[in-house]
T-cell receptor, first 112, second 110 residues
């Protein structure tokens, strides 16, 4: 079991650029979550998918953020255009029903 | 709505001493409770979970937690800590999504 896989692990970009973060959940897990971690706000849930369908996106900060899950093995989180305040560590997590999440290693995003 | 309060932002302790990290939760429905650990520059690792049954839950690395419904608490304990336990610890509550507390930094000193 390779666990949740995220790429890239680190991303440095300039303000205004588009950023795409990728996630491969654990096979067989039907729920996928995107979290953001910052010093100021801690761990925030951005969006939750169940069976590839977005169920709760109330945590998505604004229209600049979008997430997709085209199939059970892949999800993306896109920021367009990026801003310095988007700098954070972005975690993807997956879980089977009723269990705790398995987290990926995270993507550290720095927007200059 | 659900929420989690971790009362201590940092807990310093000497090696081989016992430790308790406090967690209180609020929820109007039955929930599952979790403790996660985050080592520097790493993701979150599940330490233990309470889903149902026995209120004393044992996890990895010698940690355990006790679910107390009347006090809405889920405190994490370890009888003897090691230097390697230095990390950030997060309590979380879940119905379908995990809601995290603000974290407690455990600092183990030699």
């Amino acid at each position: 079991d390779a666990g949740v896989i995220q790429s890239p692990r680190h991303e440095v970009t300039e303000m205004g650029q588009e950023v795409t973060l990728r996630c491969k959940p654990i096979s067989g897990h039907n729920s996928l979550f995107w979290y953001r971690q910052t010093m100021m706000r801690g761990l925030e849930l951005l969006i939750y998918f169940n069976n590839n369908v977005p169920i709760d996106d109330s945590g998505m900060p604004e229209d600049r953020f979008s997430a997709k899950m085209p199939n059970a093995s892949f999800s993306t989180l896109k920021i367009q255009p990026s801003e310095p305040r988007d700098s954070a560590v972005y975690f993807c997590a997956s879980n089977p029903p009723g269990q705790g999440c398995n987290f990926g290693p995270g993507t550290r995003l720095t927007v200059l | 709505a659900q929420s989690v309060t971790q009362l201590d932002s940092q807990v310093p302790v000497f090696e081989e001493a016992p430790v308790e990290l406090r967690c209180n939760y609020s929820s109007s429905v039955s929930v599952y409770l979790f403790w996660y650990v985050q080592y520097p520059n790493q993701g979150l690792q599940l330490l233990l979970k309470y889903l149902s049954g026995s209120t004393l839950v044992k996890g990895i690395n010698g940690f355990e937690a006790e679910f107390n419904k009347s006090q809405t608490s889920f405190h994490l304990r370890k009888p003897s800590v090691h230097i390697s336990d230095t990390a950030e610890y997060f309590c979380a509550v879940s119905s379908y999504k995990l809601i995290f507390g603000s974290g407690t930094r455990l600092l183990v000193r030699p």
